[in-house]
């Protein structure tokens, strides 16, 4: 039977992520009870005290034990945390030494959402792959440069450490544990008992670009604007160097350095953003989009889009867009 801890941090957190990560694993057990198996699963809430934990100001939770009572587990949760996380990680500090000492004893650590801060604040995935909420992307980096942020991925398994993506993707990392620790069937009636899409690997088609501008450079926040404000047109970094009057050498530093994209890269994720606006409330067609957002190039178009949403424009309309029906006519 695998042991798992689901750590019951102070401070706000996405409730959701630790009554979620309950529930999947004791239906797990169920699901194996009903087949005549041995259930693989003992779930424990952990804290740092044996005081309840209120959230929302509405909702208790009681710890079950204290990381000081417990000696060994062999996985650990680490739900979604909000708020400062300066401040987060200070609260929760007693975790990360126990952490770190439960999985040089053989524990695996599983992070949710933005529960990655707890998780990199122990430096077990420093050089390793990492994944949070695509929304905590630029904060992430500046606090664990160390870290290798793959804001793309629904799902990271770094041998022993792993994480999940933004919001309620954290379900789709719960079904990967539980068919790592049992089998393929028991992850397949979890997924259809909580009607969750199974073996989703990206957040792409999710992740709303809204630019990198919390930086001290006034110089390059205006021309972020500026490419913001005309992305329609066609922009190229010669015309952004003569109009700003600034060298090619110097804004291509200047620009990586602030925003932590190329300015090519920037332009392009400005194009496609104002594309998928496009595609998720008109009736254009691609060809119309397209052009609309400065391209040219159909081929080029569909597969800078498709590489950075994970979906063919045909597939974005299609997720995205609920048509609103003609008036009949009478």
């Known amino acids: 039977m695998k042991h798992i801890s689901i750590l019951i941090p102070k401070g706000a957190v996405a409730l959701g992520c630790i009554e979620g990560s309950f529930r999947v694993f004791t239906q797990a057990n169920e699901f194996l009870r009903a087949a ?28 079950d ?13 680490i739900p979604a945390v909000n708020g400062d996380m300066d401040e987060v990680i200070a609260d929760n500090e007693a975790f990360l030494p126990w952490i770190r000492q439960q999985h040089a004893r053989g524990a695996e ?13 122990t430096g077990l995935v420093d050089g390793k792959k990492c994944s949070t909420h695509w929304l905590s992307e630029p904060l992430f980096r500046d606090m664990f440069p160390n870290v290798e942020l793959v804001p793309d991925r629904i799902i990271t398994d770094e041998q022993g450490t792993y994480s999940s993506g933004g919001a309620n993707s954290f379900y789709n990392l719960l079904l990967h544990l539980v068919e790592k620790f049992t089998y393929r069937d028991v992850a397949i009636l979890c997924s259809k008992y ?4 199974i073996d989703r690997d990206s957040q792409s088609a999710f992740i709303m670009f809204k630019g990198q501008k919390d930086h001290p450079d ?26 700003f009057a600034i060298s090619r050498r110097s804004l291509e530093r200047r620009f990586k350095k602030a925003t932590r994209n190329t300015v090519t890269e920037y332009i392009q994720r400005v194009k496609i953003e104002a594309a998928k606006k ?20 159909n081929k080029a178009f569909r597969t800078l889009f498709k ?24």
Not at 36 to 63: H, I, K, S, W
Not at 109 to 121: D, M, P, Q, T
Not at 278 to 297: L, P
Not at 315 to 320: G, I, L, N, Q, S
Request: net charge negative; hydrophobic share 40%; with cysteine.
């Open 36 to 63: 005549g198996e041995e259930p693989m699963f003992n779930v424990q809430f952990v804290g740092m005290t044996d005081q309840a934990q209120v959230y929302d100001r509405l909702f208790t939770v009681q710890p």
């Open 65 to 77: 034990t204290r990381i000081a009572d417990l000696r060994k587990t062999d996985l650990i949760i």
């Open 109 to 121: 650590v599983a992070s949710l959402c933005v529960g990655a801060f707890l998780l990199a604040a």
């Open 194 to 197: 909580f009607a969750i899409e």
């Open 218 to 243: 006034d110089s390059v926040r205006e021309i972020q604007s500026y490419i913001e404000s005309n992305f329609a047109e066609r922009i190229t970094v010669d015309q952004l160097t003569s109009h």
């Open 278 to 297: 496009g595609f998720e409330t008109s009736r254009k067609n691609i060809t119309e989009v397209m052009f609309e957002v400065g391209y040219t190039d």
């Open 307 to 330: 590489r950075t949403t994970g979906l063919s424009p045909v597939e974005y309309r299609k997720k995205y867009n609920r048509e609103v029906p003609l008036p009949a006519r009478n």
